[in-house]
């Protein structure tokens, strides 16, 4: 045999493993952080704990870790529940569970640690791309600081195993900037809406902000619809964030772009400096033309506009009386007098109250009408009424 044959053979005894195993790393990702949930007050904090092989999916037996919150986060924790586990203990018919399932909060500490041990029945495993292996979430009550989440040097170490008791274990990546900055957070005092005429006005009041780039508006046509980003402070300066402030800040937002009659819902988010988002609040409105009074009438009524004869514009006022329907489907039109609907002002399902409603004297394409006698007729439940209206030029 040749000197050279004999250092690569020596070469591959002495350096080269029998056998390379794969690595399994482990990571910590914000789900939300959502302020004034369950409750005013109270903001909910969602956490996933994550795995990824470097080669191949892999059967686990162990997978262990810990981490923690720091000082200021621990005296707000009002409860913490594991959830979505990847390693269940779901159990194995007349022998146990698939695997033994140890997840604890340590108040004192701030230490939350979980451990999965494979025990029989069917293996689970973590593959290439982030597998979940638990959902963490916090409850807590909110208040005007920062606070970090930091892997924990004390017991259990991260440790994962495969089935053939292999030591895979990987890295501990780096907790993101969303979760070592975590804002306890806006603090929203208010969000109301406005609806008006093809418009709705948002409005709301901060307490206090931390970290906080800039707020966002989603809308929806259901409350437990889809969502779309109308507006961001990225493009739109009236929805820029105070930064760091404890002073009381105001902001307004108009929406112009919705129909009359129908209900529209709100999602208010905040931002921070890191790009985590923050949903708030929901709100709904529904614009219309119409303003109403809190008055309940005891009968229904179409009265007679005011001005009449009018140039260019009359008010309209009917009453809705309080009945056996919550609410009522009104139709308010205004009709030539060869009978031809030339506008429709109201179509739309009202609760009691009196309603007062402008016709500027255009038909429905914006059209200004010429002079002349116009009936207004209002259908509302099983009840019919006419008025005359005199359109002077």
Partial sequence: MKFAEILIILFVFLFLPGHVFPAVDTQLTLVSNTYNFPAA??????????????????????????????????????????????????????SGPNYNVTELYHSSTGKIDYVYSYNLGNPNSIETSWTRIVTITIEYIMTNANTTLSWSNDIPDYLVTDLGNNDIT?????IPGSLTDLALPVQLERFTVKPGDNSVLLSWTTAGEINNAGFEIYRSVQK????????????NPALKGAGN???????????????????????????????????????????????????????????NN??????????????????????????????????????????????????TVEWDGRDESGRVLSGGIYLCGIHA?????FRKMMLLK
């Fill in 170 to 174: 990987g890295s501990e990546i780096p």
């Fill in 224 to 235: 437990k619809g889809e969502y779309r980003k109308i507006d961001t402070y990225r493009v």
């Fill in 306 to 355: 005011y001005p009449n004869p009018f140039n260019p514009a009359t008010s309209i006022r009917f009453d809705i009386p309080a009945g056996k329907q919550k609410v009522v489907p009104v139709r308010l039109a205004v009709f030539d007098m060869l009978g031809r609907k030339v506008k429709t002002l109201v179509n739309e399902y009202l609760v009691p109250g009196v309603y």
């Fill in 245 to 303: 402030s404890t002073e009381v800040h105001h902001y307004v937002y108009s929406d112009a772009h919705v129909v009359n009659g129908i209900t529209y819902w709100y999602k208010l988010a905040d931002v921070d400096f890191n790009g985590s988002r923050t949903f708030l609040k929901t709100v709904s409105a529904t614009p219309s033309r119409l303003k109403r009074s809190a008055t309940v009438p005891g009968e229904y009524a179409l009265h």
């Fill in 41 to 94: 007050g109270t903001g909910t904090l969602i956490i996933d704990v994550e795995g990824r092989s470097d080669a191949g999916s892999v059967s686990i037996r162990v997978f262990q870790d810990a981490f923690e919150l720091d000082n200021t986060f621990r005296p707000q924790v009002q409860s913490l529940a594991f959830s979505n586990e990847r390693f269940t203990a779901d159990t194995v018919l007349g």
């Fill in 381 to 385: 439940g099983n009840f019919k009424r």
